[in-house]
């Protein structure tokens, strides 16, 4: 059995990571493994490339802002108070739309992947996206190679296209 967790808002330990921001509200250590869940922020553009995981099962619950979800052979156009789940193995990319940041509530069950992202980013030293101060993709890129297959994480394509 795990403990109650109570997390009021802004407490938490933050990431930075792929030029956003994610602030643990669950950790898979602290839900007995069961779930991780974070609220992310992340600007206009950012996109993943295709890809799969091996573990988990991720869901998104979006607050603010748009983006495109590519899941299999489907895609789909998310705004506030849109939802998506993806089961395990599914092939998926997303890209951010819009110009505005998006927020949204993300969550992997189990709860391990957001792991993935604290080895790979850095802590946040406030709670916003990075600037400077954040972590470049030509040095983080290479750390998502590195710790992808640890995590089940595999990669199968390039991300989403630019909306025109």
Not at 45 to 64: K, S
Not at 127 to 151: C, F, H, T
Request: aromatic share 8%; no cysteine; hydrophobic share 40%.
């Amino acid at each position: 059995m795990t403990d109650v967790v109570h997390r009021p808002a802004g407490i938490g330990p933050m990431t930075w990571a792929m030029g956003s921001l994610f602030e643990h509200v669950l950790t898979g250590a602290e839900s007995g493994g069961a779930l991780g869940l974070a609220l992310v922020t992340q600007p206009p553009g950012t996109a993943t490339p295709l890809h799969r995981h091996t573990h988990e099962a991720e869901g998104f619950y979006l607050l603010d802002g748009t983006m495109t979800y590519r899941a299999g052979e489907d895609d789909f156009h998310l705004g506030a108070g849109d939802f998506i789940w993806l089961p395990s193995g599914l092939p998926h990319a997303f890209r951010v739309t819009g110009d505005r940041p998006v927020r949204f509530l993300g969550m992997s069950a189990p709860g391990g992947l957001l792991r993935l992202y604290d080895e790979v980013g850095v802590p946040a030293a406030e709670r916003r996206l990075p600037g400077e101060d954040g972590q470049s993709m030509d040095v983080e890129i290479p750390r998502w190679n590195e710790m992808a297959p640890k995590y089940g994480l595999e990669v199968l394509g390039p991300p989403l296209p630019q909306e025109r």
